[in-house]
């Protein structure tokens, strides 16, 4: 009798691996291992877990970079929003969980799979995340999760592991790291309470650099091109040197509260030197060179766009509306952006572009005027308070 195929999405960890087993020895299913990558493993790291997936005896494993993809379809448009979740967190596992679905549920349909599945716990957002977009794009598959059905503990998976034979060392790391292109989230006993900040020997990049330096950002119609003089082919090419650059200041590290899609709060702590960078540097830009109603209706829609992002809602087609929003709203969104660093922090220094609506041919704020005189003032000034004058007169009329 022929197995049925089951895709599941590998990471290489403890759950993973234990779904792995499960599903195959126990439940009888042929098991294909997808891992996505979207930034946050090097070479040997994708090579180390193909081995490990191939030691637990898969049927197959793929691996997918979609870094790329993962910018083009995503990170953009948290770019172009200056998306900060509760004016703090850029979204940094959230949005990678989104193009990590999206793979899985293209390459389940792709090999013609029975059942797809994933290692999410019952507790937090990314049970839902991945649910919803298999439900949507491979409507009818079954969806496995035996971390969340079973209830296991952390010691009665390594117990089932070594039942199977498989000796693979599953330490509890202090620390729970997750790393990809758009920042590293860090969780531990500290973000387990409303009190606590994580020590120095958790951040998974050290701080090494003293003193200061400057950085030049360089955008094109919103996104970031080069940085001191350094172009790039792709913008997630300028990301990681960024990353490079300014994470050894400890630039970036944080701690977001927040709410989960499921109804509680969390706290996570995380690195992102280029994405807060990044961020406050092209909103700097906007500043200067969007009117106010421009930017006034860009920062409503793009957060509505990340909480719904953040919870998992990508294919919603409002997604794509408020897209292309966004993306044409930044045609003058090129300039030059000066940045000073500093251990654990930067000051924006200025920007240059030919886009400046801060121009001095139209006047100096504060000091002098060259496009209008002081009776154009005067009579501007009476009739855009005309409607309220009105308000009040009538209202004491009423009230004599």
Request: glycine share 10%; aromatic share 10%; net charge negative.
């Amino acid at each position: 009798m022929k197995k049925k195929k089951v895709v599941l999405a590998f990471s290489g960890g403890l759950d993973t691996s234990f779904c792995v087993k499960y599903l195959a020895e126990d439940l009888g299913f042929e098991v294909h291992t997808i891992t996505v990558n979207t930034g946050g493993f090097d070479a040997a790291e994708v090579d180390a877990i193909a081995l490990h997936a191939r030691n637990l005896g898969v049927a197959s494993h793929h691996i997918v970079d979609e870094t790329r993809n993962y910018y083009d379809k995503v990170i953009r448009y948290l770019i172009y929003g200056n998306v900060l979740k509760n004016n703090t967190y850029p979204l940094s596992v959230s949005a990678e969980r989104m193009s990590q679905a999206l793979a899985v549920a293209g390459y389940a349909k792709s090999v013609g799979a029975d059942a797809v599945a994933h290692g999410s716990t019952g507790a937090g957002n990314d049970q839902v995340r991945f649910d919803m977009i298999f439900h949507i794009l491979v409507p009818g598959m079954e969806i496995m999760t035996p971390i969340r059905d079973l209830k296991l503990s952390r010691e009665e998976e390594i117990n089932y592991l070594h039942s199977k034979g498989v000796e693979v060392s599953f330490e509890k790391a202090m620390y729970s790291i997750n790393k990809g292109i758009w920042g590293t989230s860090v969780g531990g006993k500290e973000t387990l309470h409303s009190m606590g900040m994580l020590p120095e020997s958790a951040w998974p990049t050290q701080v090494t650099k003293n003193g200061s330096e400057t950085a030049t950002l360089r955008f094109e119609k919103g996104e970031l091109v080069a940085v001191n003089d350094l172009v790039f082919d792709h913008p997630v090419e300028a990301i990681q040197y960024l990353q490079n650059l300014a994470g050894p200041y400890g630039i970036g590290r944080d701690v977001h509260v927040g709410d989960t899609i499921i109804g509680i709060k969390g706290r996570v702590g995380f690195e992102a030197a280029a994405p807060m960078l990044i961020i406050k540097a092209h909103h700097a830009l906007e500043k200067h060179v969007l009117t106010k109603w421009q930017l006034s209706w860009k920062e409503q829609l793009a957060q509505f766009y990340g909480n719904w992002l953040h919870e998992g809602q990508y294919l919603d087609p409002v997604m794509r509306d408020i897209e292309a929003y966004l993306s044409n709203a930044q045609q003058c969104v090129t300039g030059e952006v000066a940045i000073e660093l500093f251990p654990y922090r930067f000051q924006i220094l200025g920007i240059e572009s030919p886009y400046d609506l801060m121009s001095s041919k139209f006047g100096k704020y504060g000091e002098m005027n060259l496009g209008w005189t002081g009776d154009d003032v005067r009579g501007f000034s009476k009739i855009f308070g005309n409607q309220t004058a009105i308000h009040h007169q009538v209202n004491q009329h009423h009230e004599n």
